[in-house]
């Protein structure tokens, strides 16, 4: 444990090591001592008698969010990501016992009387930013209500929590194997990963949904019946259990809005973002499909045809035929052979790539950093700016049983400055040493890389509540879509993506993958919207009798031309149901405001050092300090616009589509 004072008082800004937290015992232990500290601090704070000014009183306020934010953090990335379960269950209890914490502040009437007297003539610009969100935070937690209306919010708010954890776990834990009779039924894949999956004692090869067997298979394998039943598995791993845990959730968030006086969740939990209605998020997603619809049918049309020369009799193209048939359009009407492409990314040369490129582009170095680790496969560095340390991050980027089964930046320190530096964690379930990636999985390193660096530049304010990623969350994607183009730089990628006898990859090659990187687009983005569409239609309604099976099926037949499978039941599996609740629209929200940033590179150059320090210091490091519209105006010098992306959807090779559709006559 790391303190600026042995004892307890308003001003303690405490932290802890991952080697201090390495056991179950000892999470439980330092985290009983966090809730015990953090009881009596807010009692400190309600009690406090003097004027309350920012010296005196915000900043206890920021020492004691700082404090109790560093164990839920550290305990909320050991839950998802510790090889030993008892440790995992003792993070998930010490995240339960620490929500009712930050209930109790955000629900306390004298603090937040106390916050909003605080004379701020004179204070900087900076900390009238924190105390107007500060202000917004209690009022939207529902200050304002009555003690019975606020008791009752902090126990939903509890409930609230476990019921998610719930959710995230059974998700977690949820590993489905699919077993195979013979070697044939491995027709299609690369060699390497027919050698990788060698038949066990029985005879049987076993196909895990984890994502380094799941996207491969999907992607090559010739067995129409085997990547049905592997997707049934994917869509059904967390299946039945979750179902009524879902309900739950819709239920318990149902309840809170009402409280609060909203007519649905929905509607709160957009009061603070960008968007700012439920109504507006709708809107958009009409937007979207209608910019989306000649695309998308354009594409569907490619793939039935190139379907029906392997089946004449086929009238329709299923869900789980879509991976396949991309890549064998791309193959054969783009020249673009992904077999061949992932010979170029192996995961060792593509993480140092990855590493070069935000060095070269940001000005920064990484270093090792000697620290103890969770897990042997774990590794651990430092970024540097000069002689000033910008924060520290491990990479947790392989497989294994328990672990968190999609890719994310888990922050676990925001950066304070004068006190802590940031710290966060890549987790992802990436291919291992040099064993080869799919080109879809550097594009999601990037991507979720994007996350990091945003983390930790912009981990370097006094106040927490603008300190890390702690802007609004349907800007939160945008910098980490930002950072995906780089993967279609040539001069970025021929670093590091070579082959075995260490050849760089073609040019050429990246100039057909760049022709065919908008075949897809079209459905991909309405793979999104129905996403988008599902999570915002859980959330903005009484779910009371809620039919969740048939609102899904609904939604996907809304948006999607594959037809729901009876046997599915993916909702129970989508994570972003608890984490995202309502406003999963934030990834394509996110994506037109990256796609606008863009254009300023475009015009200057994906490499160029000045603009990536322009879009560093104006967006990157500014964190929570202005409105994420203000960040963007600042970088561009004009106001948002998303007509840049609705021109790329609209337009995106939707003759050339059509015309690979009739036979490229």
Same mark, same amino acid.
């Given at each position: 444990?790391?303190?600026?004072?042995?004892?307890? !008082?308003?001003? &303690?800004?405490?932290?802890? =090591?991952? @080697? %201090?937290?390495? #056991?179950?015992?000892?999470?439980?232990?330092?985290?009983?001592?966090?809730?015990?500290?953090?009881?009596?601090?807010?009692?400190?704070?309600?009690?406090?008698?003097?004027?309350?000014?920012?010296?005196?009183?915000?900043?206890?306020?920021?020492?004691?969010?700082?404090?109790?934010?560093?164990?839920?953090?550290?305990?909320?990335?050991?839950?998802?990501?510790?090889?030993?379960?008892?440790?995992?269950?003792?993070?998930?209890?010490?995240?339960?016992?620490?929500?009712?914490?930050?209930?109790?502040?955000?629900?306390?009437?004298?603090?937040? !009387?106390?916050? &909003?007297?605080?004379?701020? =003539?004179? @204070? %900087?610009?900076? #900390?009238?930013?924190?105390?107007?969100?500060?202000?917004?935070?209690?009022?939207?937690?529902?200050?304002?209500?009555?003690?019975?209306?606020?008791?009752?919010?902090?126990?939903?708010?509890?409930?609230?929590?476990?019921?998610?954890?719930?959710?995230?776990?059974?998700?977690?834990?949820?590993?489905?194997?699919?077993?195979?009779?013979?070697?044939?039924?491995?027709?299609?894949?690369?060699?390497?990963?027919?050698?990788?999956?060698?038949?066990?004692?029985?005879?049987?090869?076993?196909?895990?949904?984890?994502?380094?067997?799941?996207?491969?298979?999907?992607?090559?394998?010739?067995?129409?019946?085997?990547?049905?039943?592997? #997707?049934?598995?994917?869509?059904?791993?967390?299946?039945?259990?979750?179902?009524?845990?879902?309900?739950?959730?819709?239920?318990?968030?149902?309840?809170?809005?009402?409280?609060?006086?909203?007519?649905?969740?929905?509607?709160?939990?957009?009061?603070?973002?960008?968007?700012?209605?439920?109504?507006?998020?709708?809107?958009?997603?009409?937007?979207?499909?209608?910019?989306?619809?000649?695309?998308?049918?354009?594409?569907?049309?490619?793939?039935?045809?190139?379907?029906?020369?392997?089946?004449?009799?086929?009238?329709?193209?299923?869900?789980?035929?879509?991976?396949?048939?991309?890549?064998?359009?791309?193959?054969?009407?783009?020249?673009?052979?992904?077999?061949?492409?992932?010979?170029?990314?192996?995961?060792?040369?593509?993480?140092?790539?990855?590493?070069?490129?935000?060095?070269?582009?940001?000005?920064?170095?990484?270093?090792?950093?000697?620290?103890?680790?969770?897990?042997?496969?774990?590794?651990?560095?430092?970024?540097?700016?000069?002689?000033?340390?910008?924060?520290?991050?491990?990479?947790?980027?392989?497989?294994?049983?328990?672990?968190?089964?999609?890719?994310?930046?888990?922050?676990?320190?925001?950066?304070?400055?004068?006190?802590?530096?940031?710290?966060?964690?890549?987790?992802?379930?990436?291919?291992?040493?040099?064993?080869?990636?799919?080109?879809?999985?550097?594009?999601?390193?990037?991507?979720?890389?994007?996350?990091?660096?945003?983390?930790?530049?912009?981990?370097?304010?006094?106040?927490?509540?603008?300190?890390?990623?702690?802007?609004?969350?349907?800007?939160?994607?945008?910098?980490?879509?930002?950072?995906?183009?780089?993967?279609?730089?040539?001069?970025?990628?021929?670093?590091?993506?070579?082959?075995?006898?260490?050849?760089?990859?073609?040019?050429?090659?990246?100039?057909?993958?760049?022709?065919?990187?908008?075949?897809?687009?079209?459905?991909?983005?309405?793979?999104?919207?129905?996403?988008?569409?599902?999570?915002?239609?859980?959330?903005?309604?009484?779910?009371?009798?809620?039919?969740?099976?048939?609102?899904?099926?609904?939604?996907?037949?809304?948006?999607?031309?594959?037809?729901?499978?009876?046997?599915?039941?993916?909702?129970?599996?989508?994570?972003?149901?608890?984490?995202?609740?309502?406003?999963?629209?934030?990834?394509?929200?996110?994506?037109?405001?990256?796609?606008?940033?863009?254009?300023?590179?475009?015009?200057?150059?994906?490499?160029?050092?000045?603009?990536?320090?322009?879009?560093?210091?104006?967006?990157?490091?500014?964190?929570?300090?202005?409105?994420?519209?203000?960040?963007?105006?600042?970088?561009?010098?004009?106001?948002?616009?998303?007509?840049?992306?609705?021109?790329?959807?609209?337009?995106?090779?939707?003759?050339?589509?059509?015309?690979?559709?009739?036979?490229?006559?």
């Amino acid at each position: 444990m790391v303190a600026e004072t042995a004892d307890f !008082d308003l001003y &303690s800004y405490r932290s802890w =090591d991952i @080697a %201090d937290l390495g #056991t179950a015992e000892a999470m439980a232990s330092a985290c009983a001592q966090e809730v015990e500290d953090m009881k009596a601090g807010v009692a400190a704070l309600e009690s406090f008698a003097d004027t309350p000014t920012v010296t005196n009183y915000l900043e206890a306020i920021n020492a004691q969010v700082v404090s109790v934010s560093n164990m839920a953090m550290a305990a909320g990335t050991l839950g998802a990501v510790h090889p030993d379960a008892s440790v995992r269950d003792a993070a998930d209890a010490c995240s339960q016992s620490l929500s009712p914490l930050f209930s109790d502040l955000s629900l306390s009437r004298p603090i937040y !009387d106390r916050l &909003s007297a605080i004379d701020l =003539d004179g @204070a %900087d610009d900076d #900390t009238r930013r924190s105390v107007e969100k500060g202000l917004l935070t209690f009022k939207l937690s529902g200050v304002d209500k009555d003690e019975a209306t606020r008791q009752r919010i902090k126990a939903l708010n509890d409930e609230i929590f476990a019921v998610g954890q719930e959710f995230d776990r059974n998700i977690r834990e949820a590993m489905m194997t699919m077993e195979l009779d013979s070697v044939d039924q491995l027709a299609g894949l690369p060699q390497d990963f027919i050698d990788a999956h060698p038949p066990g004692e029985d005879g049987k090869i076993r196909i895990t949904t984890q994502y380094p067997d799941l996207f491969p298979f999907m992607q090559y394998a010739d067995d129409d019946a085997a990547r049905r039943e592997l #997707t049934v598995l994917y869509n059904t791993r967390a299946y039945p259990e979750n179902e009524p845990v879902l309900r739950k959730l819709l239920e318990k968030r149902y309840e809170l809005a009402q409280l609060l006086g909203f007519d649905n969740y929905a509607q709160l939990i957009t009061a603070d973002k960008m968007v700012g209605s439920p109504e507006r998020v709708e809107q958009f997603l009409e937007e979207l499909t209608r910019y989306t619809e000649e695309g998308q049918q354009a594409e569907y049309e490619v793939l039935l045809a190139r379907l029906q020369q392997i089946d004449p009799q086929a009238e329709q193209v299923e869900s789980w035929q879509r991976s396949y048939l991309m890549e064998k359009v791309t193959s054969e009407q783009f020249e673009v052979d992904s077999k061949r492409v992932r010979e170029y990314f192996n995961y060792n040369a593509t993480r140092e790539g990855i590493l070069t490129l935000v060095q070269d582009l940001f000005g920064v170095q990484f270093r090792d950093w000697d620290t103890p680790v969770w897990h042997e496969s774990v590794t651990a560095h430092e970024m540097w700016d000069g002689d000033y340390l910008v924060g520290r991050f491990y990479l947790d980027m392989h497989p294994r049983e328990g672990k968190y089964q999609h890719a994310a930046a888990f922050p676990m320190r925001n950066g304070i400055s004068g006190v802590q530096s940031p710290v966060a964690t890549l987790v992802c379930n990436f291919p291992a040493g040099d064993e080869l990636m799919q080109h879809s999985q550097v594009v999601t390193y990037l991507h979720e890389f994007g996350h990091l660096i945003h983390n930790l530049f912009a981990g370097h304010h006094h106040w927490d509540n603008i300190s890390g990623i702690n802007t609004e969350w349907d800007f939160v994607e945008a910098p980490s879509q930002m950072l995906e183009e780089w993967v279609w730089d040539y001069d970025t990628i021929a670093q590091f993506a070579r082959n075995a006898d260490g050849e760089p990859i073609p040019r050429d090659l990246l100039d057909r993958m760049m022709a065919a990187r908008d075949f897809g687009l079209g459905l991909g983005t309405r793979r999104q919207l129905t996403f988008a569409a599902l999570s915002m239609g859980l959330y903005n309604r009484n779910p009371e009798g809620l039919d969740i099976k048939g609102l899904s099926d609904e939604i996907v037949r809304n948006y999607s031309p594959f037809e729901p499978m009876p046997e599915e039941n993916f909702y129970a599996s989508f994570g972003h149901l608890n984490g995202y609740s309502a406003i999963y629209y934030t990834y394509q929200w996110s994506k037109a405001i990256a796609t606008d940033m863009l254009t300023r590179f475009e015009e200057e150059g994906l490499r160029n050092v000045e603009t990536a320090g322009s879009y560093r210091d104006l967006v990157l490091a500014r964190g929570g300090a202005k409105p994420a519209a203000d960040l963007v105006t600042d970088f561009l010098g004009r106001e948002i616009s998303f007509k840049p992306y609705a021109d790329r959807l609209s337009g995106a090779q939707s003759e050339q589509i059509a015309t690979q559709a009739s036979g490229g006559e």
